[in-house]
């Protein structure tokens, strides 16, 4: 029995291999090619989101003054939501290149 804050959690071994396999029948469900297809979708479609955010904010930026139109704040703006989702890209790109093997650890673990 474990006391967290007043509330009792009773964690028994049997109930925890119930839902251990209760996990692994519903995983294997879903194929990993469908949720890996899945998950570059959706990454994908979150990346156009925060690109068109900064596009709309680099607009905001340039007609933010109604006298003083200068194109350098949106282009400051935009560089930097660029800049962020390319650093973005790079690292999903050296996941996946760990992931399989290519790019060796620092610390020499596995990945």
Do not use: E
């Not at 692994?24 to 879903?30: G, R, T, V």
């Amino acid at each position: 029995m474990i006391l967290f804050k007043g509330f009792q959690f009773v964690c028994s071994l049997s109930n925890r291999r119930a839902a251990a396999y209760n996990l692994q029948n519903q995983s294997a469900d879903i194929s990993p090619k469908h949720s890996a297809v899945n998950n570059k979708r959706i990454i994908g479609v979150i990346m156009l989101a925060v690109l068109a955010w900064g596009v709309y904010h680099a607009a905001g930026a340039y007609w933010m003054y109604k006298l003083n139109h200068n194109p350098w704040r949106g282009v400051m703006v935009l560089g930097c939501v660029l800049g962020f989702v390319g650093f973005w890209l790079l690292m999903l790109n050296t996941r996946k290149r760990r992931l399989q093997g290519r790019v060796p650890r620092r610390d020499g673990g596995n990945p």
